[in-house]
């Protein structure tokens, strides 16, 4: 059984940084790519960040390039999610998801985690 679980999550100021993590079991990580998403209350889920199997690829959406930094421990079963220069408009739940590629699109992941809380204050 796949399972992913996002941990890292929290309440900070604006301008402040947080990490999250994604542990994944289940599956053998490193031959799946793995993507961040998130949504805020009242809106759609957006794509985030993705990155490829071997982590020698990654996107991001432009609201967070430059700011955020997606990345990878295959010997750890573990993505990463590094925010810094956090704004309020970034408070959303956010969700890692795995799938065969690593890539923008929401319906290329077969799994998803529940979601960690990112609250960031003005």
């Known amino acids: 059984q796949v399972q992913l679980v996002e941990s890292g999550g929290g309440l900070v100021q604006a301008g402040g940084s947080l990490r999250l993590s994604c542990a994944a079991s289940g599956r053998t990580f490193s031959t799946y790519g793995m993507g961040w998403f998130r949504q805020a209350p009242g809106k759609e889920r957006e794509f985030v960040a993705a990155?490829?199997?071997?982590?020698?690829?990654?996107t991001y959406a432009d609201s967070v390039k430059g700011r955020f930094t997606i990345s990878r421990d295959n010997a750890k079963n573990t993505g990463y999610l590094q925010m810094n220069s956090l704004k309020p408009e970034d408070t959303a739940v956010y969700y890692c998801?795995?799938?065969?590629?690593?890539?923008?699109?929401?319906?290329?992941?077969?799994?998803w985690g529940q979601g960690t809380q990112v609250t960031v204050s003005s």
């Open positions: 990155i490829s199997r071997s982590g020698g690829s990654t």
């Open positions: 998801a795995s799938g065969p590629l690593g890539v923008a699109y929401s319906h290329s992941y077969d799994y």
